[in-house]
């Protein structure tokens, strides 16, 4: 009868974890796993059988399926190159980028455009819809953002659904609140851009 163990690993604990161990995670099946190692000479040359000869040797057609997946998914990964990351150097770059986007949208969206120390890209977050009137509330979810993703610094944008780009009173209000926060963070908020119809408004080239 198969014996099932969870084996409950962190990020610092699959490091250093065993190849057998980490076999375990991948099978969920505690007996098979241990058949493979015992049994087979070269562990490495095995797992790279078909599903059928897995089968063959005694494993579970899932446990045997749910390791080739494993595998097949290091093997994309470590084949994969990474795409590099977008690199924005100017407001008019970072509103193109969002144009399209946004500035059809029914209802007004909010963004988060987190960036590393060379201005690229690592990450974008919409943290919902609705405007800045109820978007202060959303200050504390744009630094877990870009705390999330170790950014040096962010832009937020939203759009107006009326097509009109000039900020209102809420909106300046609420740019001071972010970029105070920012300060106190030690995560500059670069910019606030504002999104309209083929049109859009940026606080730092207006401060410029």
Do not use: W
Request: charged content about 25%; hydrophobic content about 35%; glycine content about 6%.
């Amino acid at each position: 009868m198969t014996n099932k163990t969870p084996y409950i690993f962190n990020e610092g604990n699959l490091k250093t974890a065993s190849d057998l161990e980490l076999l375990k995670v991948l099978s969920g099946d505690d007996a098979a796993t241990k058949m493979l190692h015992n049994e087979c000479c070269d562990l490495y040359r095995t797992l790279m059988l078909p599903v059928c000869e897995l089968k063959a040797l005694g494993l579970k057609e899932s446990t045997a399926t749910r390791i080739k997946a494993g595998i097949e998914l290091g093997r994309r990964m470590f084949a994969k190159r990474p795409k590099p990351l977008k690199q924005f150097n100017t407001s008019i770059e970072t509103a193109l980028y969002l144009l399209d986007s946004m500035r059809y949208l029914s209802s007004e969206e909010f963004v988060v455009l987190s960036f590393n120390v060379n201005n690229e890209l690592i990450a974008k977050k919409i943290l919902g819809t609705g405007s800045t009137n109820s978007a202060v509330a959303k200050i504390r979810e744009i630094y877990k953002a870009a705390i999330l993703f170790n950014a040096d610094h962010i832009i937020i944008a939203h759009n107006h659904t009326h097509g009109n780009p000039e900020p209102s009173k809420q909106d300046n209000e609420f740019t001071k609140m972010v970029t105070t926060a920012g300060q106190i963070m030690g995560i500059s908020c670069y910019d606030h851009i504002i999104i309209g119809n083929g049109n859009y408004y940026s606080y730092l080239e207006k401060s410029k």
